[in-house]
């Protein structure tokens, strides 16, 4: 019975507009996915660690891996032509070493590197429970839809809305036949494993996330991970 993160670093990062991707941009002399990868080798569920990356930077990423201890890194794939197809490598990959029938993994983006135990031990129990889990905020917005991207009459009502996060978590030998299913009825860019799930008419469940668990996905969002890494939490706040 193994708990394997699968991290998924094969985007380029068009629109944090920098040289390098965005997984290996480096905060406080410490690459992003490092932060990543440290929470799933700390946490002690976690048996395994696989990366999807970039080919150019798979060097760099096993140097980095030994640097800083990711002692739980098994293997390093190629992405895909997008996170769809980089995600099935990823667990095409793991399933030729792990699958038993009680083996889950973890599928999270590199770029959230604020990712916590909690978090991660939330979506293992939901998913051991109920056969899946995915990693959720409540939506605490106002809503509104716009057909003109400038104007809008229409607002959504939030009760019933979650923002999704990774990780999200499956066992092994149904997200392996849920991405074959998925080939054989021509769904081939779905943008998560939970959209790709609803798009094959499955039920999915719900576990707890956090506002911390930050997508960098902007330079504004590399602003706002150096202030959590840098802020401490008072004393009062529980």
Excluded at 189 to 206: D, Q
């Amino acid at each position: 019975m193994a708990n394997i993160g699968l991290i998924i670093a094969g985007g380029v990062g068009a629109r944090m507009h920098q040289d390098i991707p965005k997984q290996f941009i480096n905060v406080f002399d410490k690459p992003v996915i490092i932060y990543t990868l440290e929470a799933f080798q700390r946490h002690p569920e976690i048996d395994a660690i696989e990366v999807v990356c970039l080919e150019d930077w798979q060097g760099a990423l096993k140097a980095y891996a030994k640097q800083f201890g990711i002692a739980k890194l098994e293997n390093v794939v190629n992405g895909g032509k997008n996170g769809q197809d980089s995600i099935r490598n990823g667990i095409y990959d793991i399933a030729t070493r792990h699958n038993s029938p009680d083996d889950i993994v973890l599928v999270h983006d590199a770029i959230r590197p604020m990712i916590s135990e909690e978090v991660i031990s939330d979506n293992i129990r939901v998913c051991r429970e109920y056969g899946n889990a995915i990693t959720v905020v409540p939506c605490t917005a106002a809503m509104l839809k716009t057909y003109d991207s400038v104007s809008t009459t229409e607002q959504v009502p939030r009760d019933n809305l979650k923002i999704t996060q990774t990780p999200q978590a499956f066992f092994v030998q149904d997200i392996v036949a849920a991405h074959k299913e998925a080939l054989e009825k021509g769904i081939t860019n779905s943008v998560a494993s939970c959209t790709m799930y609803i798009e094959l008419g499955r039920k999915l469940y719900m576990s707890q996330g956090s506002e911390k668990n930050l997508k960098l996905t902007t330079t504004e969002d590399i602003e706002i991970f150096k202030s959590l890494l840098s802020s401490k939490k008072e004393d009062w706040l529980h």
